[in-house]
T-cell receptor
Framework: QKEVEQNSGPLSVPEGAIASLNCTYS??????FFWYRQYSGKSPELIMF????GDKEDGRFTAQLNKASQYVSLLIRDSQPSDSATYLC??????????FGDGTTLTVKP | GAGVSQSPSNKVTEKGKDVELRCDPI?????LYWYRQSLGQGLEFLIY????????KSGLPSDRFSAERTGGSVSTLTIQRTQQEDSAVYLC???????????FGPGTRLTVT
């Protein structure tokens, strides 16, 4: 079992829809959780981080964390073609090292 | 302010040669990470520095790979006797402290011929 698992996709949604990206992790000691976006040929860039159970909203993005279920998700509302990218989930333990999932590729169709 | 910078942006080398890749982190960031990403693949952790602590080298794939961080700032990743399977994009990231968000550099694309 991988430490951080994501559906590889591709996930395709129509423009204006909600895109839901999911991530599960195996280490119950994980403390902080991150979502990064990576456009083709570019470096990952931070979208959101979440440390506590519940929801955290930032514009069109909402991160959701459920530590009991070892599950973190990213919702993108009003999806735009410019949101088409690979989304990476990352999980940090007390050791400080991040473990990244392999990413979910999202395509938003006009 | 300035982000993470890496040099060179592209490096083509012959099999068996040594290469050095450089990373300049964001000023004041105490944590620095190196990753490798092959085409169409996820991020592979290589090594992590936090302040003056001993680095976490658990991701280095072989003893041909080494890294150092001088003065808690600039880092160099060295690959000795390069092999074709070393071809990938090497990404550096820095963080205000371990466990916090990471900021990535543009990467160095290494091609071993």
């Amino acid at each position: 079992q991988k430490e951080v698992e994501q559906n590889s996709g591709p996930l395709s949604v129509p423009e204006g829809a909600i895109a839901s990206l999911n991530c599960t992790y195996s280490d119950r000691g994980s403390q902080s959780f991150f979502w990064y976006r990576q456009y083709s040929g570019k470096s990952p860039e931070l979208i959101m981080f979440i440390y506590s159970n519940g929801d955290k909203e930032d514009g069109r993005f909402t991160a959701q964390l459920n530590k009991a279920s070892q599950y973190v998700s990213l919702l993108i509302r009003d999806s735009q073609p410019s949101d088409s990218a690979t989304y990476l989930c990352a999980v940090n333990t007390n050791a400080g090292k991040s473990t990244f999932g392999d990413g979910t590729t999202l395509t938003v169709k006009p | 302010g300035a982000g993470v910078s890496q040099s060179p942006s592209n490096k083509v080398t012959e099999k068996g040669k040594d290469v050095e890749l450089r990373c300049d982190p964001i000023s004041g960031h105490t944590a620095l990470y190196w990753y490798r990403q092959s085409l169409g693949q996820g991020l592979e952790f290589l090594i992590y520095f936090q302040g003056n602590s001993a680095p976490d080298k658990s991701g280095l794939p072989s003893d041909r790979f080494s890294a150092e961080r001088t003065g808690g700032s600039v880092s160099t990743l060295t690959i000795q006797r390069t092999q074709q399977e070393d071809s990938a994009v090497y990404l550096c990231a820095s963080s205000p402290h371990s466990g916090y968000e990471q900021y990535f550099g543009p990467g160095t694309r290494l091609t071993v011929t």
